[in-house]
């Protein structure tokens, strides 16, 4: 199994510009996550799915939005790219709400 | 919402010895995991731990839920050990997958 996959690895964005950020799992896990981790901190969860067709909010919404049209993936879309989006993206997945969370290795994100 | 309190937020070993990183958090909690962070960002699950002990090699965890505090004991530290350690909670409510981490503790292991 590769786990969670991410794609991009690196991205410099002007801003303005959009982009989606690819996140797919092989372990049939039925939960998925985005999160965002700034530098010094820990991560802040940005949008969550707990099944095909069905995602919500987390803490940190503002500015992106996601689909989950298959179990395998979970895309992230920045639209208008600004400076306070510089971050390093997260994608997990996880079995069930209580199982032990899975992550992908990251993008490194630069808005410029 | 729940507030984690990771200590301490820095933390420098030599090779070999043992260590224990702390996190307390603000309310009960119904989902509690341990991660490792590597100097190469990637993050790796350790434990789930809600409550109770767990042991895995050189590394335990344990959870006293009625008093809202967590434990890592990290013995015989090696070098690859150095990275970041992060506690991650979520509480009741039919949400508790939706985890709130703390700020980490960096741990530095030097031969």
């Known amino acids: 199994n590769a786990g969670v996959t991410q794609t991009p690895k690196f991205r410099i964005l002007k801003i303005g510009q959009s982009m989606t950020l690819q996140c797919t799992q092989d372990?049939?896990?039925?939960?998925m996550y985005w999160y965002r981790q700034d530098p010094g901190m820990g991560l802040k969860l940005i949008y969550y799915?707990?099944?095909?067709?069905?995602?919500d909010k987390g803490e940190v919404p503002n500015g992106y939005n996601v689909s989950r049209s298959t179990t395998e993936d979970f895309p992230l879309r920045l639209e208008l790219a600004a400076p306070s989006q510089t971050s390093v993206y997260f994608c997990a997945s996880s079995y069930g709400g209580e199982g032990k969370q899975y992550f992908g290795p990251g993008t490194r994100l630069t808005v410029t | 919402g729940i507030q984690v309190e990771q200590s301490p937020p820095d933390l420098i070993l030599q090779e070999g010895a043992n260590s224990t990183l702390r996190c307390n958090f603000s309310?009960?909690?119904?989902?509690l995991q341990w991660f490792h962070q590597n100097p190469w960002g990637q993050l790796i699950n350790l434990f789930y731990?809600?409550?109770g002990t767990k042991q895995n090699g050189r590394l335990s965890a344990t959870t006293v839920a009625t008093e809202r505090y967590s434990l890592l004991y990290i013995s015989s530290s090696q070098t690859t050990d150095s990275g970041v350690y992060f506690c991650a909670v979520g509480g009741w409510g039919g949400s508790n997958y939706k985890l709130t981490f703390g700020k980490g503790t960096l741990l530095t292991v030097n031969p």
């Open positions: 731990i809600p409550s």
């Open positions: 799915s707990v099944g095909a067709g069905i995602t």
């Open positions: 309310d009960s909690v119904n989902n």
């Open positions: 372990m049939n896990h039925n939960y």
